[in-house]
C-alpha cells in the first residue's frame, strides 16, 4: 500500500521535476533518515564481510527503482506496477542463469502463462505499445536480482545495516545521472519529494523485516496487492482504466507469478 501512494506521487512529481531528480532525492533522504542508527550504531554496524552482496543489491535495487519510476511517468500506472511485480517470474531465470541449478519443467508452466500475460499488457500489436513498457519489464528484471540478493543477505546482516548500504550505495549511483539532468527544484515539489522519500525508507525497512521474518511464498502473493492500490490510484487521479486485454494479462501475471514462489517453495522444501 505504501509503495502504491509512493507509485502516485512519483508520477505526479515527475511533471515537476526529472526523474533522476526524484530518483537522487529519494535516496538522499532515505540515507539521512538511517543517520540516527548510524549514530547509535557507530562504525561497528558497518562491518560486514558482504560488501561486495551489498553493491550488487544497492544496483538491482537502484535500477529497479529508477527504471520503474521512466516507465510511471510514460504509461499507466498500473500498468507498471504490474510489470514490476513480475519479478517472481524472473527469479527462477536468474538463478539457472547464476547459480546452474536445475529447474524442474513444472516450475516453467507457471512462468510461461506470466509471460503469456505480460505479453497481452504489452500489446505489441496495437497502438498501446511503447518503449516505456518494455523499461517497466526492465524493473522486474532488476527487482527479481534485489530480491535474491536481499535474501542472501538477511541470513547473516541485520536490517538497518542492509538498508544503509542499500540507500547509500543508491545515492552514489544516483549521483552522476541526476548532475547530467540537473534542474532547480521548485518549491512546489519538496513535499512530495520528502513524502517520497519517506515512502520508499517505509517500503524498504517492510520489505527486509518480511523476507527476514516470513517465507517468500507467503510474501509474493500478498505483495501483488500493491496492483490493485495502485490501479485505485490511477482510475482516481488520472482516469486510467485498463482494457479487457491488460486485465486479463493482470490475472495471468498473478497466478504465474504466485504459482512460480509456491513451485519453488515446494522445491526448496524437498532440498531441505
Known amino acids: 500500500m505504501v509503495m502504491s501512494v509512493a507509485a502516485a506521487l512519483i508520477k505526479y512529481t515527475s511533471h515537476i521535476v526529472s526523474i533522476e531528480t526524484i530518483v537522487v532525492a529519494q ?17 561497528s554496524g558497518l562491518r560486514t564481510e558482504k560488501l561486495g552482496l551489498h553493491i550488487l543489491r544497492a544496483l538491482c535495487g537502484w535500477a529497479c527503482f529508477y527504471t520503474y519510476y521512466l516507465a510511471i511517468s510514460h504509461i499507466p ?18 538463478v539457472l542463469l547464476v547459480y546452474k541449478v536445475h529447474i524442474g519443467w513444472l516450475r516453467w508452466v507457471p512462468v510461461f502463462i506470466g509471460f503469456i500475460g505480460i505479453g497481452l499488457i504489452l500489446k505489441p500489436d496495437s497502438n498501446g505499445f511503447s518503449v516505456w513498457h518494455l523499461v517497466g519489464f526492465g524493473s522486474a528484471i532488476t527487482l527479481a536480482g534485489s530480491i535474491l540478493t536481499t ?17 547509500g550505495l543508491s545515492a552514489l549511483a544516483s549521483l552522476p545521472p541526476a548532475l547530467m539532468k540537473f534542474d532547480v527544484i521548485p518549491l512546489k515539489a519538496a513535499l512530495p519529494l520528502l513524502l517520497i522519500g519517506l515512502s520508499i525508507w517505509l517500503t524498504m525497512w517492510l520489505y527486509t523485516q ?5 517465507k517468500a511464498s507467503v510474501i509474493s502473493p500478498i505483495s ?7 490501479g485505485f490510484w490511477g482510475w482516481y487521479f488520472w482516469e486510467q482504466i485498463p482494457d479487457w486485454l491488460s486485465l ?14 509456491l513451485l519453488g517453495a515446494r522445491a526448496d522444501r524437498k532440498v531441505t
Open 248 to 261: 486479463s494479462g493482470v490475472i495471468l501475471v498473478v497466478i504465474g507469478g504466485v504459482g512460480s514462489v
Open 27 to 43: 535516496y538522499l533522504l532515505c540515507t539521512l533518515f538511517m543517520v540516527p542508527w548510524l549514530i547509535k550504531q557507530g562504525t
Open 224 to 230: 501483488y496487492s500493491g496492483v490493485v492500490f495502485t
Open 151 to 167: 535474501r542472501m543477505l538477511t541470513r547473516t546482516e541485520p536490517t538497518n545495516r542492509i538498508l544503509f548500504y542499500y540507500f
Open 77 to 94: 500506472l498500473v500498468d507498471a506496477a504490474l510489470l514490476r511485480n513480475a519479478a517472481p517470474l524472473c527469479v527462477p531465470l536468474l
Open 210 to 214: 518480511a523476507y527476514l521474518n516470513a
